[in-house]
């Protein structure tokens, strides 16, 4: 089939599954429908260790009778199935309560014309051969940065696409096709209870953008290496850089904090923040979810609603709140189409690379990988393991494990010191290295 | 069995209009003399959860998965496909797709299957979600509501959730291996948060197990859980500043066993002791924690939620001692580890789905009790931590470093238990921290069913357990220094 086919094919299941839930007496209903095929190779120590082969598929729909509202999904692809799914979806809608804020979103927020191009389908046939061999040097290369790498957890080569497809009884249909490369390796420097592990990957949705197969392993090799001898540091209060490695992962905590969900439930220690100072003031953060290619681009949302760019911090200032649908009613507010979540996010810096922000460091803790889940979103509380780097004068004094990093999300966001140049691409939420002062580093 | 091989038959099998002598079939054409194993694995699971906001029930969802998965085994090579349709061209395809892992060697191998007796099941096969009416289940979620909202004025939200699933597996070996196990797990959750003088704070509480929705009305055991959540979340509104440094711990008995499975259960996994990555790789008969611990995985305890009659292999679960009065003594198998390392499997193969392949997990992990009253441990203590509830945890079994989190804790003061403190990570090296428990107390406890294992991507339920531990020394992450 032609993907115009494959296409015309999903948007066609998604209308009969539609038309199924009018049939059985749905007031309004929304349905996803969604298929993936892909392969994966691991190999280790030079052989195959497995090679999967994926596919799966299914949809979900939800249905509503009045402001009632029921949800069923299914990975069988039988007639019957549908049948039986419309209904198990409107039995629930019989039993749930009215709720005033449930329902479609509002017609004019689906997106008007042709959905733009996002460029996100770029499929590679390869073959288990192919992958093999990619995944081997990608190992060999790790092994090879020195002798000291006696171990290894093998090197993944993955490669799949996948078409998402969503429509409602408003008469909207979208469907997206994407692919996703990936090659990853992971290796054991050291022996016995020195032993240090650390990886490397590369991924993207162009196979000729990966990167070297090569440059991946001896990226991972040095890594592992580099963490030889760690020890922890004495308990102190310094400041923490949080390498490009964890720093998206600290502003994944500001994207659930700014989320409609955590908002109307009040389990966010951002509640009431539009408005408000919630970075230093030369902080800027946006989404741009229509750029080509990339990891988190969509052109509607899991309502079905247009996304759209924007600013959510300016000047320091949060200027947007994360919603869906549902969460924007029940804090009634509008929809900013991020049922689901976020679409490429980016922050500014603030122009210094990575040997700069060290400097700018000065005397502290740099933070390569970071352990467990001590994030209170309630409170902003934040304690986690780490491991990384002591830095003194601004270079690397010494490989540090068993620490933890502890502070409060809301005040570490504020206390910003310097945002690097150094972000990781491509990435769903691209951020350079976060230089935050005043954390509380326990050790020995 | 005869009743849950019905089911099977029912729920896998004759929809596809396929028996057990076509699943021979495709399983003996997948075989040749490069292939040391190969199995299928039929699953059909349906699953169901309701969750009350604001005082409705505003959303259900309802979901059947169905599918098999199809693995070949070659040395240290496993291919593996699996498909979302049972019916016999699709398991042929998977099967082809698999066995290409050895291409060379075309004799069909002698398949002898072979019905061994199969062990007792260790729950009843009745579908949870039929165990009651679904005017019921929203009641229930609203008597949670309002009970959680009438014990304080400060309680602002309560979510509460039921979730039930009914799943059938069918297992077929080239090792002979035939079984099937009807599994149902249920699972109730209430969380509220609490507002008073400008600070907020959660709590949580829940439970489940392979059983069905009436276990949560037995002794108001859902009430009681709204009541624990409320006052987890009222105790963390007085909660001060956790301290920093290194120093003693006591360890609440049940889910704070969390330490156990962290510290030590994955290390114990035989996949990573084969492959030498573990920081316990090749210390078996060695002393890895203090002589007061034994430390046991046991998937055959009756209704628990990370018990199993059969693993997702058919081997049937069992007791393990992995280490016993301080000395390692094994790992948890699955087959193609076991087979690998010259060891028999122990029931720990295990697997999130069908389209996912089975590895090393544990199922019901604890620590045996010991001597000590546990009033006794808290006094020992002059400065220290007293943890009793837990978030998540985490280990870098390579290093031996790992991590959780406490939900619930106080500080020691010269013996005595005082003022609560706020979320902190613990940190420590796994057969260090091991070697440091000094006293053991008398009051083992295994938690309420609300453990969920997370493995290269694959979900599994477990359970764990401990009594009262002692620490001398662990990495507190709190921020008051």
């Not at chain 1, 199935?81 to 809608?93: G, S």
């Not at chain 1, 000291?148 to 969503?166: F, K, M, P, V």
Request: with cysteine; proline share 4%; charged share 20%.
């Amino acid at each position: 089939m032609t993907l115009e086919q494959e296409r015309a094919a999903l948007e066609e299941r998604v209308g009969q599954i539609l038309a199924e839930a009018r049939q059985q007496g749905a007031d309004a209903a929304e349905v996803g429908v969604s298929r993936s095929e892909g392969l994966s190779v691991s190999v280790r120590r030079g052989e195959v260790e497995t090679v999967e082969h994926t596919r799966d598929q299914g949809f979900g729909i939800s249905v509503y009778l009045g402001r009632r509202k029921g949800s069923a999904s299914t990975s069988d692809s039988s007639a019957e199935a549908v049948r039986a799914t419309v209904a198990k979806a409107l039995n629930i809608a019989r039993f749930t309560a009215e709720d005033p804020a449930a329902g479609l979103a509002d017609p004019e927020c689906m997106p008007k014309g042709s959905l733009p191009k996002l460029d996100l389908y770029h499929p590679w046939d390869v073959d288990v051969a192919t992958a093999t061999e990619l995944a081997r040097s990608c190992e060999a290369a790790a092994l090879g940065v020195d002798r000291r790498i006696g171990n290894s957890e093998g090197a993944t080569l993955s490669s799949g696409r996948s078409w998402r497809a969503y429509g409602n009884s408003h008469g909207f249909v979208g469907s997206e096709p994407a692919t996703r490369h990936s090659l990853s390796v992971s290796v054991i420097a050291g022996e016995n209870s020195g032993m240090q592990r650390d990886y490397a990957f590369t991924i993207d949705r162009v196979p000729d953008a990966l990167e070297v197969a090569e440059v991946v392993g001896r990226r991972a090799g040095e890594r592992a290496v580099a963490r030889l001898g760690a020890r922890p540091v004495a308990t102190a209060r310094v400041p923490v850089l949080f390498g490009h490695d964890v720093s998206a992962g600290l502003l994944g905590h500001f994207v659930a904090a700014i989320s409609g969900g955590n908002l109307y439930r009040r389990a966010s220690f951002l509640l009431d923040a539009l408005g408000r100072q919630v970075f230093p003031d030369r902080v800027v953060i946006e989404e741009h979810p229509h750029l080509p290619r990339a990891l988190g681009s969509a052109a509607f949302d899991g309502d079905g609603v247009a996304t759209r760019g924007k600013r959510l911090v300016e000047g320091g200032v949060l200027q947007s709140y994360l919603l869906s649908v549902y969460s924007a009613r029940r804090l009634e507010l509008t929809t900013t189409g991020n049922a689901g979540g976020v679409h490429n996010l980016r922050i500014s810096d603030d122009g210094l690379d990575f040997d700069a922000m060290l400097a700018r460091l000065g005397r502290g803790l740099l933070v390569t990988e970071l352990m467990g889940q001590g994030v209170n979103g309630v409170t902003g509380d934040y304690s986690r393991g780490a491991a990384g780097f002591w830095v003194e004068d601004g270079a690397i004094a010494h490989p540090v494990q068993e620490v933890t990093v502890a502070g409060n999300l809301a005040e570490m966001f504020m206390n910003l010191d310097a945002i690097g140049n150094d972000a990781l691409r491509p990435g769903n939420i691209v951020c350079g290295s976060l230089l935050i002062d005043g954390m509380t580093v326990s050790g020995s | 069995m005869t009743e849950a091989l019905e089911l099977a038959r029912q729920r896998l099998l004759a929809p596809a209009e396929l028996d057990e002598r076509a699943l021979e079939q495709v399983l003996h054409g997948m075989l040749g003399t490069a292939i040391d194993y190969a199995d299928l694995y039929l699953q059909y699971s349906r699953s169901e959860s309701w969750v009350l906001e604001d005082g409705i029930v505003r959303d259900g969802n309802f979901a059947i998965d169905q599918g098999a998965g199809v693995r070949a085994v070659s040395g240290e090579k496993t291919g593996f496909a699996y498909s979302d349709e049972l019916l016999r061209p699709a398991l042929e395809k998977a099967a082809g797709a698999a066995r290409q892992i050895a291409r060379s060697g075309a004799t069909p191998g002698a398949l002898a299957v072979r019905g061994s007796g199969p062990p007792a099941p260790l729950y009843a096969g009745d579908d949870p979600l039929a165990s009651l009416p679904d005017a019921d289940k929203v009641a229930l979620l609203q008597r949670l509501d309002r009970h959680a909202r009438a014990i304080d004025p400060c309680v602002s939200q309560v979510t509460a959730s039921l979730a039930a699933v009914h799943e059938v597996v069918l297992i077929l070996a080239s090792d002979g291996t035939f079984a099937v196990d009807v599994r149902p797990l249920v699972r109730c959750n209430v969380s509220v948060i609490a507002e008073r003088g400008g600070r907020r704070e959660r709590g949580s509480a829940g439970g489940g197990g392979r059983l069905d929705y009436r276990m949560f009305l037995a002794s108001d055991q859902a009430m009681a859980w709204a009541e624990e959540a409320v006052r987890a979340a009222l105790l963390n509104l007085e909660a001060v500043p956790a301290p920093a440094g290194s120093m003693p711990v006591v360890l609440g008995p049940g889910w704070p066993g969390v330490l156990l499975h962290e510290a030590v259960g994955h290390g114990l996994e035989g996949d990573f002791n084969r492959k030498g990555t573990s920081t316990f790789s090749g210390r078996v008969g060695e002393q890895v924690a203090s002589k007061l611990c034994t430390v046991v995985d046991e998937g055959c305890m009756p209704n628990r939620r990370g018990s199993l009659t059969v693993d997702d292999e058919g081997t049937p679960t069992g007791r393990t001692v992995l280490i016993e009065n301080g000395v390692l003594k094994g790992y948890m198998q699955d087959k193609h580890n076991a087979r690998l390392m010259g060891t028999a499997p122990t029931g720990n193969g295990r697997r999130q789905s069908y389209a996912h392949l089975p590895m090393p997990r544990m199922t019901n992990t604890y620590m045996l009790a010991g001597e000590h009253d546990p009033e006794e441990i808290l006094a020992s203590v002059d400065r220290g931590l007293y943890a009793v509830n837990f978030g998540g945890g985490q280990v870098d079994i390579t290093s031996g470093k790992f991590v959780f989190s406490t939900t619930e804790a106080y500080l020691i003061e010269n013996g005595k238990v005082t003022a609560p403190v706020r979320g902190a990570t613990l940190i420590g090296n796994g057969p260090e921290v091991m070697n440091r428990i000094s006293m053991v107390g008398n009051d083992l406890a295994l938690d309420t069913g609300i453990g969920v294992c997370g493995k290269d991507g694959q979900s599994v339920p477990v359970g764990v357990g401990q009594p009262t531990l002692r620490v001398d020394a662990v990495t507190v992450g709190g921020t008051a220094h």
